[in-house]
């Protein structure tokens, strides 16, 4: 199974992790350069994306899921190929559950389930 490091800000879900999404050593790295408090300007933009590429790059990962800010996965898609790495994006479908409470009112949730990859 191919290895596929998730530069994500959430963990991945078990059915990503069974198709080889494997956490990063540096989590919060992951997260931080994702991260943004203030309208990013394009190198801060392009310093993001260089960093994840080089922080998947160090995972020893042929793929990478990505997912984010909109304005920020052009750049990290470009970042990755640099180095060599597919970047993917997990297709879900939205499972929602309605259940009756004991005080008669409905609960909703909705589930989002990992169905496959999109490569880039």
Same mark, same amino acid.
């Given at each position: 199974? &191919? =290895?596929i490091i998730n530069l994500t800000q959430h963990a991945c879900s078990n059915e990503q992790a069974s198709e080889g999404v494997v &956490? $990063? /050593?540096n989590k919060k790295a992951v997260q931080a350069a994702l991260t943004?408090? &203030?309208? $990013?300007t394009k190198e801060t933009i392009l310093? /993001?994306?260089?960093? +994840?590429?080089k922080i998947a790059s160090q995972s020893g990962a042929k793929k990478a899921m990505i997912g984010g800010a909109p304005y920020l996965m052009g750049a990290l898609e470009v970042? +990755? =190929? =640099?180095v060599g790495i597919q970047p993917v994006? /997990?297709? /879900? &479908?939205?499972v929602s559950k309605e259940v009756v409470l004991e005080d008669g009112t409905t609960q909703k949730t909705s589930v989002f389930c990992h169905k496959g990859f999109i490569e880039v």
């Open positions: 199974m &191919e =290895k &956490e $990063p /050593s943004f408090v &203030e309208i $990013p310093a /993001s994306a260089t960093t +994840l590429a970042a +990755l =190929k =640099k994006y /997990s297709f /879900s &479908e939205r």
